[in-house]
């Protein structure tokens, strides 16, 4: 297989149409904008639709539509832009539909700015939209991991019938970096449920999240759950490094963990014994992984591009058993590794 040196953004939508998109609807907004222009040049080359769309609404909606006829549909944006698609989003999770939702990250709130960010974790781990519903949310930490993680996307989307998510960043997908493209699937499944024409042979199919009796609502997110708990117990992913002795554990995840790498790399070759702890799923997070990684630490370093998000689930999943620590830089800033190797070094010498 060949090495393409290609932009983390460009990298990304390439493996999708590789992985058997054929529907790509979206809005330009920085720094997401190159998956889209991608796409708009290549998409009707090789057998698919792009299409700009009015709005980020309109975009997530069609996204609902295609994905209804049985289709691998795909959106990407930006942070305010997620925003803007989450009812769309709870309707496709309402729906029981498939498809991928790439976030490439911006400063927040508001428009903010255009740096890379990481400030977007708990909308899509804990609120990605209205009700009970989850997306799974892949990580990845390269550019060849944004690749790989496309094509897991996708095939964890039409296995579970579940919305997922690429949580991107700025950095990931400005950057450029060698990537090898598996070879394209034809694997992709049947889908029986879908609306794409009965023909006489079969039943009417009807996809909808609309369900006005209380009781029928309820067993649907009950239904919803179980498949949630299988999720839970077969999709968690994550990275350890040097995490089995390690006093010092730092849980960081995307780019923020490639800094974190390397700030590791210099606290053990001043004699201290730091890991590192990388989940690439942030939903269904990988807890038992976390909790095993930290057996023989006496203190936890989450380090975030944000004021803040991960820290609380690190405590929650570790169930408060070692002390947590946070370093985080906000607002498009991103952090160097000298930062993080002064909090270990502090964290080693009983520092706070």
Request: overall charge neutral; aromatic content about 8%.
């Amino acid at each position: 297989m060949n090495k393409v040196l290609m932009k983390g953004n460009e990298a990304l939508a390439e493996a999708a149409i590789r992985a058997g998109c054929k529907c790509f609807f979206g809005y330009p907004i920085t720094p997401q904008t190159e998956v889209a222009a991608y796409f708009a040049k290549n998409m009707a080359k090789r057998g698919g639709v792009f299409l700009q769309a009015e709005s980020e609404i309109a975009a997530i909606n069609m996204v609902l539509g295609a994905s209804s006829a049985g289709v691998r549909a795909m959106t990407s944006s930006s942070s305010p832009g997620i925003s803007l698609k989450s009812e769309g989003i709870s309707y496709i999770a309402g729906s029981d539909l498939p498809c991928v939702i790439v976030n490439v990250q911006r400063g927040g709130p508001g428009l903010g700015g255009i740096q890379p960010s990481q400030s977007d974790y708990n909308q899509a781990v804990k609120a990605p939209g209205h009700g009970d519903f989850h997306l799974v949310v892949y990580a990845p930490a390269s550019v060849q991991e944004s690749v790989d993680m496309v094509f897991t996307a996708f095939d964890t989307a039409d296995r579970y019938r579940i919305p997922t998510m690429i949580l991107s960043d700025g950095l990931i997908g400005q950057m450029m970096e060698p990537v090898v493209f598996p070879e394209k699937t034809n694997d992709i499944p049947e889908k029986s449920w879908a609306c794409d024409g009965h023909k006489n042979k079969r039943k009417h199919n009807i996809v909808t999240s609309l369900f006005l009796e209380p009781d029928k609502l309820e067993k649907s997110v009950l239904q919803r759950n179980e498949k949630y708990k299988l999720i839970s117990n077969n999709c968690a992913d994550c990275e350890t490094y040097l995490c089995d002795d390690a006093h010092i554990v730092i849980t960081a995840y995307g780019a923020t963990a490639r800094i974190a790498r390397s700030a590791v790399n210099e606290a053990r070759k001043q004699g201290i014994k730091a890991g590192l702890f990388r989940p690439k799923t942030l939903w269904p997070f990988p807890e038992n992984e976390l909790r095993n990684s930290c057996k023989n630490a006496g203190h936890i370093l989450c380090a975030e591009m944000s004021a803040g998000q991960m820290v609380n689930d690190i405590k929650l999943y570790t169930n408060c058993s070692v002390p947590v620590s946070f370093y985080g830089r906000t607002g498009g800033v991103i952090p160097e590794p000298e930062e993080l190797l002064r909090e270990i070094i502090k964290l080693s010498e009983g520092r706070q």
